[in-house]
């Protein structure tokens, strides 16, 4: 069923968001996108979720927020800093970009209040979250509460893969008609490398884990 109501999705190009694009275009009657630039490591998921968008029909829109690149050093937005290949056992993977979903949160509810939007879409996850703190059911909930007090309005963030394991993130890909784009499109290699990627980095090694369980449990 589809709400009488439009969406913006927070869409990076990757396999998270990129299945989210497609969950709200089930859902939704009107989609459109927000792409931010943080200083990352590599521009091509630009260009990427830019093409995945217009392949969709759906507006896209890209935000420089560089400024997050320079308030914290991590090694997805300081090239000098080796990335984690693991998470350590006593705190946050290297990867982790403080209070950036926090931001991203707050940029997208300040650009959909400005298109009468109330619903925001991210890809976050709680089952699969890498460590992250900003990825939690806990947090979503709270930022969701603080941006519609601080706005006066009624946002609901909507986070469809929050209780889904990588390889259920997959299986939705593959309900929603979507699975090939997904595999075959998106950009979630911190190395910059399209599809499959390099298969060495944190987010190829949790994509192919994902993939392997899917396929395998698909097979039987």
């Known amino acids: 069923m589809k709400y009488n109501q439009s969406a913006l999705v927070l869409h990076s190009g990757g396999q998270d968001s990129t299945t989210c694009l497609f969950w709200a275009l089930k859902h939704f009657e009107q989609v459109r996108t927000l792409c931010i630039t943080y200083g990352q490591r590599h521009a091509l998921e630009v260009e990427v979720a830019k093409k995945i968008a217009e392949n969709a029909g759906v507006a896209f829109q890209l935000l420089d927020a560089n400024l997050i690149s320079k308030l914290a050093d991590n090694s997805l937005t300081n090239h000098t800093i080796a990335m984690d290949s693991d998470k350590p056992a006593d705190s946050y993977p290297n990867t982790f970009v403080p209070g950036r979903n926090l931001l991203f949160l707050t940029f997208a509810a300040v650009i959909a209040r400005s298109h009468g939007i109330r619903n925001i879409v991210t890809g976050v996850s709680q089952a699969d979250y890498s460590g992250y703190p900003d990825c939690r059911d806990t947090f979503i909930r709270s930022a969701n509460t603080t941006l519609n007090l601080a706005m006066d309005e009624q946002f609901i963030i909507h986070t469809p893969l929050m209780w889904l394991s990588k390889a259920d993130t997959w299986a939705l890909a593959d309900e929603l008609g979507v699975f090939d784009l997904?595999?075959?499109?998106?950009?979630?290699?911190?190395?910059?490398?399209?599809?499959?990627?390099?298969?060495?980095?944190?987010?190829?090694?949790?994509?192919?884990?994902?993939?392997?369980?899917?396929?395998?449990?698909?097979?039987?």
């Open 182 to 220: 997904v595999r075959n499109q998106t950009l979630t290699c911190y190395n910059g490398i399209v599809a499959d990627g390099c298969g060495h980095c944190p987010a190829c090694k949790l994509r192919k884990t994902g993939l392997d369980e899917y396929l395998r449990s698909k097979a039987k």
